[in-house]
C-alpha cells in the first residue's frame, strides 16, 4: 500500500501522488497527526536540481536482450513524470522515492562531454554506437538550461562516434545541426516515444512531457533535417491505449519516420503500485481490467522481468499485440532493420599542428 499524499504539497503536473520508500530503506516513514487542529500552510512542490560529479559517463551493460552495450545517461531522475516510468526504480539507489522524488529531485551530470572525451581517447576504447537516453531523458525540461548534451554531441561528432537516442523531448530539436552532421556520416539515429495520439490522455500519464502533435512536429522537423526516425510505439497499454497502434505508427509514417519499434508495458518493481494508483486515481472504472490485462501478458503476475520476455511479454495477449504491429508495420512500410552505424571512421579529431595524412 502507498503512503497517503503529503496534504502540505500542491502537486501540478505530476504523475505520481505520493513518496513511497525505496525499497533499500530500512525505515518506514509514516505521517501522524500531532492532534492540533490548525491549518498548515501549503506550498506547491517544485524540483530540485543536484550536480554529479561521476568519475566516468559511460556506462557498460551486457544484458542478452538490449541491442546495445553502452550507454550515456547525463540525468538520474526525469521530470517528464512518466507515471509507468521503468526507470522510476532506480531513484531508490540514490536513497530517494521512485514516485514523486524520481520527478522532483533531478541528478544532473554537466561533465559529462569531459569525462566521454577522455574515455575515448584511451588506447584500449573500441568504438561502437553508444545509446543516450536509456534510462532517463536527456532532453528533458532541465536540458533547456542546463545543456549538457551540445558537449557531448560534440565530441561525438568530432571523433566520429556514432550514437542512438530516445526522447521525447522537444529541445533535441535545439540541436538538430549536430544530429543532421552525425546522420550525414550514418552514425546517428533518433527514436521518438508516442504512447498515445490523444493529447488529454498523455497529460495524465506524461504530465509534463510534450504533447503527442507536439513530438510527431519534432519527427517531420528531424527527418527532414535528415535524421533517420524510429518511432517508438512505446509503452502499449492494454485497454488504456492498445487500440491505438495502427493510429500511431501512420501519423509518425506520415511525418517521416523510417522505423517502428513497440514495448508492451513493463511495471517494474516500485513502478506497479505507482501504476496501480494513477489507475485509481484517473481511471477507475478501467483499473481492474487494465491489470488483469497486464497480468496475462505477464504470467500473471505484473511484472515478469526475465531476460528474453521483458520486451514482449508472453501469452496469447502479447502474441495478437505483436501481431498487430508487426502487420501495421508492413503495411505502412516501415524498415524492419537499419543498416549497422558506421564506426569506421572513429579517431581522434585533428587538432592544430597535427601532421597531415598523405591518404
Known sequence: MLPPRNPDERLKARGADTRPDGRFERLQRIRESDGWDIEEETHLLKTDLMIERPRSIITRNSSPDIGFDRSINPYRGCEHGCVYCYARPSHSYLGLSPGLDFETKITAKPSAAQLLEKELARPSYNAAPIALG??????????????????????????????????????????IDLWAEMAAKD??????????????????????????????????????????????????????TEAEIESILSAARDAGARRASMIPLRLPREVAPLFRDWLERHRPGMATHVMNRVQAMRGGRDNDPRYGFRFTGTGIEAQLMRQRFRLARKRLGFRESRPPLDCSRFGPPARRGDQLSLF
Open 134 to 175: 536509456t534510462n532517463t531523458d536527456p532532453y528533458q525540461p532541465i536540458e533547456a538550461k542546463l545543456a549538457i548534451m551540445p558537449g557531448i554531441l560534440r565530441v561525438l561528432r568530432d571523433w566520429n562516434h556514432p550514437a542512438t537516442l530516445v526522447t521525447r523531448g522537444r529541445t533535441v530539436l535545439r540541436d
Open 187 to 240: 552514425q546517428a539515429e533518433i527514436g521518438i516515444s508516442v504512447t498515445t495520439l490523444d493529447a488529454e490522455l498523455a497529460r495524465l500519464l506524461e504530465p509534463r512531457a510534450p504533447a503527442p502533435r507536439t513530438r510527431l512536429g519534432m519527427i517531420r522537423e528531424l527527418s527532414h533535417a535528415g535524421v533517420p526516425v524510429r518511432i517508438m510505439v512505446s509503452p502499449v497499454i492494454p485497454v488504456l
